[in-house]
């Protein structure tokens, strides 16, 4: 089945760590999301590509780096994790046009 | 600014029938989603209006009217099984889908 997917499902990580999250996707979408949910919250969105074209956010942190290799794959990395990043991930995609996203099941990340 | 509001929690009997709005404020607008989301879950997506007027699916219908800037969903015949959050959220001019807070949705036995 088309899907997204996420790894790790779970990500532990120290204080100041870098650490990196992935998503993929068979979807063959050329619209890839990252949000930020915290408990209770709504998602929150960090940026998105446009197939290769990158739009950030005006209030996602510098901290906060993505990179789209391909139309499969997309990548967030956090430079220096801070407690306050600690939050589950989402990676969805999307259809140029579409009103439908779809989500992969998250990482949740904690910050030691 | 870009804003949707939605009240933050329901409570409905299970059987019954329940309807979340939703208002927005955005810089474009090219439809009102709705999406599910049980705790520890990923977002899962419901339905969608474009145009105005009610759409059904199942015991979920959404309804728009795009003059007023409101939407809401309907949930029918409720089951436990409903109990969780529901967002709903606008497609803007610039491709990005803006949620709302969420409602969580309380269903009594």
């Known amino acids: 089945d088309a899907m997204v997917i996420q790894n790790p499902r779970y990500q532990v990580t120290q204080f100041g760590k870098p650490v990196t999250l992935s998503c993929s996707q068979t979807?063959?979408?050329?619209?890839m999301y990252w949000y930020q949910q915290k408990s209770s919250q709504a998602p929150k969105l960090l940026f998105h590509y446009y197939d290769k074209d990158f739009n950030n956010e005006a209030d996602t942190p510098d901290n906060f780096q993505s990179r789209r290799p391909n139309t499969s794959f997309c990548f967030l990395d956090i430079r220096s994790p801070g407690l306050g990043d600690a939050a589950m991930y989402l990676c969805?995609?999307?259809?140029?046009?579409?009103?439908?996203?779809?989500f992969g099941p998250g990482t949740r990340l904690t910050v030691t | 600014g870009q804003s949707l509001e939605q009240p933050s929690e329901v409570t409905a009997v299970e059987g019954a029938i329940v309807q979340i709005n939703c208002t927005y404020q955005t810089s474009g607008f090219y439809g009102l989603s709705w999406y599910q989301q049980h705790d520890g879950g990923a977002p899962t997506f419901l339905s969608y209006n474009a145009l105005d007027g009610l759409e059904e699916t199942g015991r979920f219908s959404s309804f728009l009217s795009r003059s007023d800037s409101y939407g809401y969903l309907l949930l029918q015949e409720l089951q436990m099984k409903d109990s969780a959050s529901y967002f709903c959220a606008v497609r803007d001019r610039d491709d990005k889908i803006i949620f709302g807070k969420g409602t969580r949705l309380h269903i009594l036995p």
């Open positions: 969805a995609t999307s259809l140029t046009s579409s009103y439908e996203q779809y």
């Open positions: 979807l063959n979408h050329n619209v």
